[in-house]
């Protein structure tokens, strides 16, 4: 499957809906999106992978590097994960001492804190 990156605003959020595989395939098409969302001066986004079926080493690369992109130009990057098979994976790789895995992009948007 293809992966689709949706683009809304929610406060002073920009929020990017991840649909698909995050995987070698489609990884290349979220980083370009944190590319463009950095570059465009966002210093808040939350990445929404509450429709992504399948994530992989590429894939939490790219959020990985997605955090570092945001945190080396002040920002920060919230990850709202509520499926639980993707979730584990976060915690196998102990990436949840990372992030802060939330239920849903409320919950992400209202725990943030002011840039």
Do not use: K, N, W
């Not at 993707?86 to 725990?111: K, N, P, Q, S």
């Amino acid at each position: 499957m293809q992966l689709g990156v949706h683009r809304y605003e929610r406060d002073s959020c920009v929020v990017l809906t991840v649909l698909g595989d995050l995987d070698l395939a489609g990884a290349p098409r979220l980083r370009q999106s944190v590319v463009s969302e950095t570059a465009a001066g966002i210093r808040h986004l939350v990445l929404d992978l509450t429709a992504v079926d399948f994530i992989d080493s590429i894939g939490l690369g790219v959020v990985v590097g997605a955090l570092r992109r945001l945190r080396a130009h002040d920002g920060e990057l919230s990850v709202v994960c509520p499926e639980q098979r993707i979730r584990r994976v976060f915690e196998i790789c102990d990436l949840d001492r990372i992030f802060t895995l939330h239920g849903t992009v409320d919950d992400a948007v209202a725990a943030r804190e002011p840039v």
